[in-house]
């Protein structure tokens, strides 16, 4: 059924790049941020531990399911 005749061209490659660099830039952000967080000031609030260890788990989780989403499935499934 089409809607419209419209057909979307994504360009699969470059989002996979991007997922994958946003997925290490929140690893990174998050390590970094707890690093810091625990050298520099006396003591880590809770919910910014929680904050920055979050970030490294969703980090590596995006870093790894965007390129197998967006870089295998998708465009085999197209």
């Known amino acids: 059924m089409s809607y ?6 994504l360009d699969y490659a470059r ?3 991007l997922g994958f660099f946003a997925g290490v ?3 990174l952000l998050g390590a970094v941020g707890e690093v810091i967080g625990r050298t520099m ?5 809770a ?3 929680q904050l920055f260890i979050s970030l490294e788990a969703v980090g ?3 870093g790894l399911l965007v390129p197998l989403v967006f870089g ?3 465009p085999l499934v197209e």
């Open 4 to 9: 419209g005749g419209q057909q979307q061209d």
């Open 15 to 17: 989002i996979a790049k």
């Open 25 to 27: 830039a929140m690893f």
């Open 41 to 45: 000031t006396a003591g880590v609030p």
């Open 47 to 49: 919910a910014a531990d």
């Open 60 to 62: 590596v989780l995006v």
């Open 72 to 74: 295998i499935v998708l």
